[in-house]
């Protein structure tokens, strides 16, 4: 098949950092992609919280630094040039144990010049703190390099292990100035116009629901992503707001922009594309647009939902009273969704458009006084060939 894997198919992109990156990943495979930040990355290079905190490390030695983020490590170095205190902190962290969250961490911690002593397999902060509680921390002094919002857990507990602990704010995590672009990004996956949505932080996870749980979304939102939409996680970190909420993402084995990007080309088409043998051809249906006979033909939202709605009993009528509530409408004052009754002339109109857009052939079939049809062969899955011939049926004219 010639079009790209993510081809006719929607993603939603809610990634302050890298966004052009990760957009441009998924264009190259395809997709249409709706950019919709929802958090931003507020530097706190000028704060005295992280001022204050680097020098009460300096203050005396320090036994354990733990790193989470490649992005707030090398912030807190630039930081620290800018006091001037750049070269002692990198001589503390070399005579201090370093213990890195992550690849992107451990990274960071490299291009500075200093060797981390221990890194989990996955990038959970729970990896590092069992690993910490292995041994006696009594008395023992411990940097946690925060990653946007406080970690009562991991603070927490090593300060109930007898530790000390200096917590390091280099940055916070907030939400998007304009929520304009992720309420509609909230309002297309519960419309069913959108489907699947990236997320690189478990912030933006939060964010997300928060701006659904303004506008009385978020129970439909968690909804789409249960069942219609896919939640696709850069890592286990990022997908376990989720998973608490009953969403299973999908995620790469390793927490990589173009990781993610390839399992979703994957999940996704398996996932969402329906494949049908139709009048001899060979239909797929993916978000936007169908792909037949190997070529990608986008399709509008109404002749979508009528061709969805035929698919979904391939090979047996549907009647018109039926098709008129599938046609998408518009969402309704309020932030309440709602598909207003259409009349059998709306149904007409999309069925004409839906023949247009497929280039005729005789895949819909208008069977009288009844409704339509797919003039389908036998459904077919997987990798097995696609079976020929036309619908046996005379009852029905073109």
Known sequence: MSAEPLAGFTVGVTAARRREELSGLLER??????????????????????LDATRDLLAEPVDDVI??????????????????????????????????????????????????????ETERWEEV??????????????????????????????????????????????????????RRLVGQAVAGTVDAITFTSAPAVAATLAVAADDNLEGLLLGALRTNVLAACVGPVTAAPLEERGVVPISPERARLSALVQVLS???????????????????????????????????????????????????????????????????????????????????????????????????ETVVKRGYRLACDPVFSGDRPLPTGTSGSQESTM
């Open 29 to 50: 495979k395809g997709a249409r992609v709706v950019y919709a930040p929802a958090i931003r990355l507020v530097p706190l290079a000028d704060d005295t919280e992280l």
């Open 67 to 120: 790193v989470t983020t490649g992005v707030g490590f090398r912030a807190w170095l630039e930081a620290a040039e800018g006091w001037g205190l750049r070269g002692d902190l990198v001589k503390l962290l070399a005579d201090a144990r370093i213990l890195t969250r992550g690849p992107r961490a451990r990274g960071a911690v490299r291009a500075a010049g200093v060797t981390e002593t221990w890194s989990p």
């Open 129 to 182: 703190l069992r690993h910490l509680l292995e041994e006696d921390l009594g008395g023992r002094r411990i940097a946690v390099q925060l990653y946007g919002e406080p970690t009562p857990q991991l603070t927490g507990t090593l300060r109930r292990a007898g530790a000390r602990v200096v917590e390091v704010p280099v940055y916070r995590w907030a939400r998007s100035d304009d929520p304009t672009p992720l």
């Open 266 to 364: 994957v999940e996704l088409p398996a996932r969402r594309a329906s494949r049908l043998a139709v009048h001899g051809h060979a239909l797929e249906l993916r978000g936007h647009a169908v792909v037949l006979d190997g070529q990608l033909k986008p399709i509008a939202p109404a002749p979508m939902a009528i061709l969805r709605a035929l698919a979904r009993r391939p090979g047996h009528v549907v009647s018109r009273a039926e098709l008129c509530g599938v046609l998408p409408s518009r969402a309704l004052p309020g932030g309440a969704y709602g598909r207003p009754q259409a009349d059998e002339h709306a149904v007409e109109m999309a069925v004409a458009r839906l023949r247009r857009g497929l280039g005729g052939g005789g895949l819909v």
